[in-house]
Every structure is written in C-alpha cells, then in structure tokens.
Nanobody
C-alpha cells in the first residue's frame, strides 16, 4: 500500500519561498517517477513538476525558472523548492507517484501566497 507524508506548505508573502517535502512508503521509490501536482481554487489540477527515476526533470511553463524538483532515494523523499512565489501559486499541492499507467497522490499540502 502506497502512503505519503507531505509537509512544507503554509502562508508566505509574494516573492518568498517554500520547500515542500513528500516521503513515500510501500513502494520501491528509486524506480518510480515522482511529481507535484497543484490545484488552485476553481481550477483543474495540473502537473507542475516531474522527476524520473534517473533524475531527469520536466516543468510546467508556470514553474520553469522558479521551481526545482529533486529527490533523495535514500530517504524515499521528493522535494519541491519554490522561489519567487506569487498569488497565482496559491493552491493545494499534491505529491504524485507514477507507476505504469497509474498515478497515486498524497493528501495535499496547502500553499497560500499573499500579495
């Protein structure tokens, strides 16, 4: 059974930074792709960052240059460093695990950016 423990969300002023963490268990973490989705109020959930098992990364256009996804396989943890945050980044952020054609999500951590 896949389980996640997410942390790092909170309230931050525009221009600030946050670092999200997601510790996964119940899977062979090192061979899975991981990502971070977010869902803003009234909007669809979107994938903002992805990291493959080999460490290759991809970002949504909205995240490029500001967000950095990384992973520590020894700790079964994926991170999302978010810099230069703006009110448009306000959302619930979900850790996502890719396994074949399926995905699994954490419970989400809320990020609020005040202007």
């Amino acid at each position: 059974q896949v389980q996640f423990v997410e942390s790092g969300g909170g309230l931050v002023q525009a221009g600030g930074s946050l670092r999200l963490s997601c510790a996964a268990s119940g899977i062979t973490f090192s061979i899975t792709g991981m990502g971070w989705d977010r869902q803003a109020p009234g909007k669809q959930r979107e994938l903002v960052a992805f990291i493959s098992s080999s460490g290759s990364t991809n970002y949504a256009d909205s995240a490029k240059g500001r967000f950095t996804i990384s992973r520590d396989n020894a700790k079964n943890t994926v991170y999302l460093q978010m810099n230069s945050l703006g009110p448009e980044d306000t959302a619930v952020y979900y850790c996502r695990l890719f396994r074949g054609t399926r995905s699994y999500w954490g419970q989400g951590t809320s990020v609020t950016v005040s202007s």
